[in-house]
């Protein structure tokens, strides 16, 4: 260490980003796994990548990388902030409607109408309204957390987590009446939504794959810098004391207030790209469930950890098949049942628990290892 | 002087009784008396609905700080109970041995605690062997129900006719099959209260006088047990028999009766481990709601049903008056020149009484009075010799009852189907929020107020021919406001 | 002599605070004994873990010849010990009346010890069908204090009863629990020094979660160094305890 300290200062930039590779070989070992999976799996089933069940596959994975973030979202704010909310879904079908209205209603008719192109002269007309909807996606996100956070200024506590139920109940409500049929197709929702054929998820499913990994990694990669940022460590404060943060002059409703941003601008995104995966919006995305849901990954995984709400996702997802083939209709009722139990023996989740586990353990190494030298 | 103090105890009240005024002569004014009175009725009769299902879950917050987000789950179940009370108990009939037995067996804990509290359990088995001797007990209680045909016994009352009752009365399972099952739920009873006397674990107080309670307890249960074994059939015969009207009020009574002893038995089984962790304790009663919604869904479908008006509320014609009504016991009472149907004004009638009742014992019996002081400092209150963890079970059934008999008074008005509780339940939170949290008294005003909106912003919706989905919505909007001006509701404690 | 209430090295944790470490004491049945120390050197815990309130993670907690430590506060309580919080934390809501009533292990306890209660706080039974909130702060801790004399209880715990009271109100205070003597055992906790010194027999001084010292109350008087060394200027009763 001291040699590398002396070395110029370009080893110095080179010699930190090893550093951060090899503290987060697991993330990028995941990701490699990831990135290859496709291949491998159609490999390994001999059939191309992009029939049969290698696309099958591919999106089943899909859906978990979109869940995955909108349930790290949640623990962003659950988790990180200790800011208990039943509203999250109103961000998922917030952005999920936003895309899917924008590309059904607006964008053919901006595409009819105007002509964008680039110097060279590409036409580059429907990249740009697919811009312009996540734009709006980013737009429609900020506004909804901002009105969150303004109620949680003033609005604390369990009248808080009621309240949030209620905002997201009324725009579920609204999502499915029949007042505005003309545009969301009321309690149906919105199918078949025009989507750019670039990014067709039926058509090009293994580049959609690539699209929501890497939307994945960008955002667990915000997520984590966010968190690990003294910004990130005020939210923990908020969440353990908040009086004892806002003596230390931390003003609670600033940060509060960037928290429900974040997570919702995080949340809007990931309910945008899913409308897209699912060419729809419906009633159910901004439905209660979502919330829960999203609740549901977050305690399975381990609150406060990031991943283990990713992890919680893909073990829903996943395991939530199969299970489903098995108890068929009464998989709800056991699902509920073992949630119950989840909360109740074990509240740390999966992540949190192993993590609580495997330092216990370490300790209990370590001071194993103290005594037989002592004894010796 | 004495001005001001009116003013600063009842100024909320005031403003509150002003606004009515002044909105109801304008609503007078611009819908004409018809439309007005009969919008203002269907008001009163949803505000007491929400009251019901408000007034529960308004104490158990101002008590335990408990949100229990299975409330809307117990008035739903009190609409299943009631129901099937009044149209077929053959399924509450047979299931009622079962847990009677179960109940028979765990109140032996006391007899048994002096005895378990001795073993020989090393301190970090306990947990352990507790934990086994529960997993047992589910164990034997699936055995128990293995082969039983809880279905078939809830689908009685789906195909029930109401024409000949007794033609409803469907065979339970002969005594000969029956008897093992109320024994192995016994042996449940009995494994749960082995857990309950924490075996090994000598720091427990043996309370002086448990012991003969339990005796009598179990003696009882017992008794109890077989007395509903045996009558499985003719118990649901004599209740198909008995006058519509009569079955109809027994029926509130089972409900609300059903009601408490779930509530009592979530908070002991669930609530009460969790009560150190509040957000825990949101998510478990969450996920109880999930788990009983699944369950009745399981049991009757998720179809809507319709359960009929007692007699009482379904003769045909119409009264003139109210008092002519108490003679002819007619579909529908004229009222201020409005055709009103009976059974609302029952409902009203309901909420008025369940507030009533609420008011006498909150402030005239001991248990309001430790209420109303645990609200305040629970600390204090155990300090002065009170178990309050018992008080806590008592409110917390108290409340479940009160929720499940809103259910059977809802369930010949509303459709009885799974989902009624949800749905009552996010209209009950935001009556208390509105209300304040912990105040039985704001409950009431945020019912009112809640459903008044609710009447009158559905007549609105109408007229600007909107749905009524749009009124719903805007409720929020109504807590909103509420919430924004005073951030604990309008009779809320601080918090 | 013989001791109605032995302490014996508890440990209490508060989260995660380590509160209480290591405090011990005795009361003799029938006496007066006073808790003494600064603001947070741990006497409303060290009475809030001898009713279970804060339970002790370790140590013995003798009352009456048993062992009361992990008993439920309300168990504990209903034993025979009486408490008086700080801050004259009676129920607001309720009247003076339910008050009193609640506080009531059996049916008829009121009534019995109606005349007694009220020879000691006179006030008391003017104000009997007013609702807490109207009392005086004098009036408030007059009641938190017959509000424990309600039942038969072996010991009283009063927490700081001078509290923010006007000097006359503390004088009336003095009386009431040097009338209570007689009848019960006193275990007090009290900043001022004046009144603590005229009505106690013993003492123990808390510091830093541990009792640092003890005795007889008359040698602590004569003793001006230890008092300003744990007690700082003597007489000066500002601000409570946390």
């Known amino acids: 260490m001291a040699s590398q300290s002396k070395s110029p200062k370009r080893f110095a930039a ?27 799996f159609a490999r390994i089933t001999g059939t191309s990548v992009n029939e049969g069940p290698a696309k099958y596959w591919q999106g089943q994975f899909i859906a978990v990388f979109i869940m995955a973030i909108f349930a790290m979202s949640y623990d962003l704010l ?4 200790g800011i208990l909310t039943f509203g999250h879904a109103a961000f998922f079908g917030g952005g999920a409607y936003t895309m899917a209205l924008f590309l059904t209603h607006v964008a053919p008719r901006f595409v009819k109408t105007y002509r964008v192109s680039l110097p060279g002269g590409l036409d580059v007309t429907e990249p740009s309204a697919f811009l312009l909807a996540i734009l709006l996606v980013v737009v429609v996100s900020l506004v909804l957390g901002l009105l969150f956070s303004i109620v949680s200024v003033r609005v604390k506590g369990v009248y808080f987590a009621i309240i949030t139920l209620a905002m997201a109940e009324a725009i579920h409500i609204l999502s499915k009446a029949t007042d505005f049929v003309k545009w969301t197709g009321a309690d149906e929702g919105l199918h078949g939504v025009p989507v750019p054929a670039w990014i067709n998820p039926t058509q090009y499913r293994l580049r959609f794959y690539f699209i929501a990994l890497a939307f994945a990694v960008v955002m667990y990669w915000l997520a984590r810098r966010i968190v690990n940022s003294p910004t990130g460590r005020i939210f923990v404060a908020l969440r353990e004391n908040e009086s004892r943060a806002r003596m230390i002059g931390y003003n609670p409703a600033l940060y509060r207030t960037i928290a429900f941003v974040v997570s919702a601008l995080i949340a809007g995104l990931a309910g945008a790209l899913f409308s897209v995966w699912t060419v729809s919006a419906t009633p159910s995305m901004t439905s209660a469930v979502t919330t829960v849901n999203a609740l549901i990954m977050t305690i399975l995984g381990g609150m406060g950890t990031l991943v283990g709400p990713m992890l919680g996702a893909a073990v829903l997802e996943f395991f939530g098949q199969f299970l489903y083939q098995w108890f068929g209709a009464r998989w709800p009722l056991v699902f509920g049942i073992i949630f119950i139990v989840l909360v109740m023996f074990l509240p740390y989740g999966i992540v949190g628990t192993w993590r609580l586990r495997s330092a216990q353990w370490k300790r209990r190494w370590s001071l194993r290892k103290q005594r037989a030298a002592a004894q010796e | 002087m004495r001005v001001k103090a009116i003013w600063q105890y009842g100024k909320v009240y005031i403003i509150l009784l002003i606004g009515l005024i002044i909105l109801s002569v304008i609503g007078w004014r611009a819908m004409g008396q018809q439309s007005f009175v009969r919008t203002a009725l269907s008001g009163l009769t949803l505000g007491a609905l929400y009251f019901m299902v408000a007034a529960g879950l308004t104490i158990i917050f101002g008590l335990m700080d408990v949100l229990n987000f299975a409330h809307g789950a117990m008035f739903m179940i009190g609409a299943y109970a009631g129901w099937q009370f009044y149209t077929n108990p053959t399924f509450l009939f047979g299931l009622a041995p079962l847990v009677l037995a179960l109940v028979a067996g765990i109140v032996v804990t006391p007899l048994i605690q002096p005895l378990a509290m001795r073993w020989a359990v090393p301190a970090r088995w306990q947990r352990t062997l507790r934990a086994v001797v529960i997993v047992v007990a589910v164990i034997l209680i699936i055995v128990a129900l293995l082969g039983l045909d809880v279905r078939g016994l809830a689908k009685t009352a789906m195909v029930a006719t109401m024409v000949d009752p007794l033609a409803e009365a469907t065979p339970q399972e002969p005594l000969a099959v029956f008897w093992k099952r109320p024994l192995l739920f016994f042996l449940a009873g009995l494994l749960i209260a082995l857990a309950q006397a924490r075996p090994g674990d000598r720091t427990q107080v043996i309370r002086s006088g448990a012991a003969p309670r339990a005796i009598v307890a179990l003696v009882g249960f017992v008794l109890l047990t077989v007395a509903a074994t045996l009558t499985r059939e003719s118990g649901a015969i004599s209740v198909l028999k008995m006058n519509a009207d009569a079955r109809f009020f027994l029926s509130l009574a089972a409900g609300a009766l059903i009601g408490a002893g779930i509530g009592a038995a979530i908070e002991i089984s669930l609530v009460r481990p969790l009560y150190v962790r509040p957000t825990f304790l949101i998510l478990a009663t969450m996920g109880l709601s999930f788990v009983l919604r699944e369950l009745t869904q399981l049991l009757w479908d998720p179809l809507p049903y319709a359960m009929s008006r007692p007699p009482l509320f379904s003769q045909p014609g119409k009264a003139a008056s109210i008092l002519e009504w108490f003679s002819k016991h007619t579909l529908t009472v004229e009222i201020m020149g409005v055709t009103f149907p009976s059974y609302r004004l029952f409902i009203i009638a309901l ?71 949800d749905r009552f339940q996010m209209q009950g939170f935001i009556t208390v929020v509105i209300g304040g949290m912990g105040s039985y008294s704001g409950a009431a005003i945020g019912a009112l107020l809640l459903g008044l909106a609710r009447a009158f912003g559905d007549f609105l919706a109408l007229k600007f021919s909107l749905t009524p989905a749009v009124s719903e919505a805007s409720t929020v909007i109504i807590m909103a406001l509420v919430l924004l001006l005073r951030p604990a509701g309008l009779f809320g404690k601080k918090e | 002599m013989d001791a109605i209430l032995q302490v014996e090295n508890i440990h209490t944790f508060i989260g995660q605070f380590h509160i209480l470490q290591d405090v011990s004491l005795t009361v003799e049945r029938g006496s007066i004994t006073v808790l003494l120390g600064r603001n947070g050197a741990g006497k409303t815990t060290t009475l809030k873990s001898i009713l279970g309130l804060t339970p002790p993670s370790e140590g013995r907690v003798i009352f009456d010849g048993q062992d009361i430590r992990g008993r439920r506060a309300f168990e504990i309580a209903a034993m025979g010990i009486g408490y008086v919080p700080e801050h004259r934390a009676i129920f607001r809501d309720l009247t003076v009346a339910e008050n009193l009533k609640i506080a009531e292990r059996r049916r008829g306890d009121l009534d019995r010890k109606a005349d007694f209660i009220f020879g000691l706080f006179p006030d008391l039974k003017r104000l009997y069908r007013l609702p807490g909130n109207h009392l005086s702060g004098g009036q408030q801790q007059m009641l938190a204090i017959a509000r424990a004399l309600v039942p038969d209880n072996k010991l009283l715990l009063i927490d700081e009863p001078s509290n923010g009271l006007a000097p006359v109100l503390i004088e009336q205070m003095m009386e009431a629990i040097r009338g209570l003597s007689a009848t019960t055992t006193v275990l007090l906790v009290e900043q001022n020094f004046i009144m603590a010194s005229q009505l106690a027999q013993a003492y123990y001084i808390l510091d830093d979660g541990k009792t640092v010292h003890s005795g007889a109350m008359a040698d602590l008087v004569k003793d001006k160094a230890l008092i300003h060394r744990y007690l700082g200027a003597v007489g000066e009763s500002v601000g409570g305890e946390r």
């Open chain 2, 351 to 421: 909420g008025l009484a369940m507030f009533i009742l609420l008011m006498l014992v909150m402030n005239y019996s001991r248990l309001g009075m430790t209420i109303r002081a645990g609200v305040q400092d629970r600390d204090m209150v155990e300090a002065l010799g009170i178990n309050v963890r018992r008080v806590f079970t008592l409110v917390f059934a108290l409340g479940a009852g009160l929720a499940a008999l809103g259910g059977i008074g809802a369930a010949p008005f509303a459709p009885v189907e799974p989902v009624m509780g």
């Open chain 1, 78 to 81: 659950l988790g990180y902030t």
């Open chain 1, 14 to 40: 080179l010699d930190s980003l090893l550093q951060g590779l090899k503290r987060s070989r697991g993330s990028l070992l995941v990701l490699a796994v990831l990135i290859l999976f496709p291949f491998v």
